[in-house]
């Protein structure tokens, strides 16, 4: 049995998975949006504060639940995975030190797990075998790429933002219309209160570029200027507002992956990260790849969001490869290990 830990960012989460057939026994998640709404976005040192309190308990849940399978708990475990990069430096070592101290008393390897390929993996939860390979759009709050898979271990970007990432953005959003944190559910919400076609007009991000890369910097500033022209703002101009930006930022999606697609034979497509939790840019992008042919793969709406299982799950790979992490040495980083495509 494999345990996971996930602390990159304002998630505090703990997986069990079986490392026989992938399949996830046990998952806990402590959120911290309430501690961090406040602020309009989240606050590193709190975070670290945070998970510092929410781990001990998590793993006390974990424990639990393997004292139901043995007296011994513990012994159950043959390693430990947990997110090392990237992410809030200041988190990842709240998760790292714990994954040291077990591994030290228990005498248990480490897998080190790249939080990206993590988000990658989300899509195999309870599967055994991973189908590789694949492309991946992964949009989240901190990441907007195209990952191309090639295999378990072999991935590398393909386009990056230039600026904010999808995330990024539906925060800011959310916080220039006084919505809270996070963004992201708050304004689809809105934006469902909307009609089809009252959507505020937004100009399309890069419209005239062929390079494969995003960028959502100017759109964010296009919902600023519409935000200072429309004062003041009623709800029916929030959802307006709010509808017009998920519309834009959807299309720039697509606009660039069908570019991708056009030029990249491809069978299967990927939707990973926190924002593939959106129901509109699901459901774009599902017919997106039907007119391309290309099969769409989604992860469960629960593990969208950062979370320990696909932490596991990426580690299982990592564990059968043998692929382990020295405890002497192990360090967090903010960069991911994916390579960019030259």
């Known amino acids: 049995m494999l345990l996971s830990i996930e602390s990159s960012c304002d998630d505090s989460s703990l997986a069990l998975t079986r490392l026989e057939d992938a399949k996830l026994l046990w998952h806990a998640k402590i959120s911290q949006e309430k501690e961090h709404s406040a602020h309009g976005g989240v606050v590193p040192e709190l975070a670290s504060r945070l998970h510092a309190h929410n781990l001990p308990l ?3 849940k974990a424990k639990e639940f393997l004292t139901k399978e043995n007296q011994d708990p513990f012994n159950l475990l043959k390693a430990i995975a947990l997110t090392t990069r990237p992410g809030l430096a200041i ?6 030190m714990m ?3 077990l591994a030290l008393s228990l005498k248990l390897p480490l897998i080190s797990v790249d939080h990206l390929k993590g988000h990658v993996y989300s899509l195999f939860i309870n599967q055994a075998t991973p189908r590789f390979p694949l ?5 989240s709050g901190g990441h907007t790429l195209i990952v191309e898979a090639h295999g378990p271990t072999e991935m590398c970007i393909i386009a990056k933002s230039l600026d904010d990432s999808l995330g990024e953005s539906f925060d800011k959003v959310a916080r220039m219309l006084g919505l809270g944190y996070p963004g992201g559910p708050v304004v689809e919400r809105l934006a469902r209160l909307c009609p089809v076609g009252e ?3 937004f100009p399309l991000p890069l419209k005239q570029k062929s390079t494969l890369a995003f960028s959502f910097s100017g759109l964010k500033n296009a919902v600023r200027l519409a935000i200072s022209n429309e004062q003041p703002l009623s709800q029916e101009k929030q959802a307006r507002i709010c509808a017009g930006f998920q519309k834009i930022a959807c299309a720039h999606l697509l606009h660039k992956v069908r570019f991708y697609l056009q030029h990249t034979q491809v ?3 990927g939707l990973v990260g926190g924002v593939s939790a959106n129901a509109y840019i699901r459901t774009q992008l599902e017919a997106l790849c039907t007119e391309f042919g290309a099969e769409l793969l989604l992860a469960p709406l629960e593990f969208c969001t950062d979370n320990a299982a696909m932490i596991g799950r990426a580690g299982v790979v990592n564990y059968h490869n043998k692929i382990f992490a020295d405890l002497q040495t192990l360090d967090i980083s903010p960069q991911t290990e994916i390579l960019e495509n030259s």
């Not at 988190?91 to 790292?96: A, C, H, S």
């Not at 492309?135 to 949009?139: A, H, I």
Request: glycine share 4%; hydrophobic share 50%.
């Open 135 to 139: 492309s991946v759009l992964l949009v």
């Open 91 to 96: 988190t990842l070592l709240e998760g790292l």
């Open 99 to 101: 994954a040291k101290a």
């Open 199 to 201: 959507e505020y007009p």
């Open 58 to 60: 998590l793993l006390q």
């Open 267 to 269: 069978t299967r497509f």
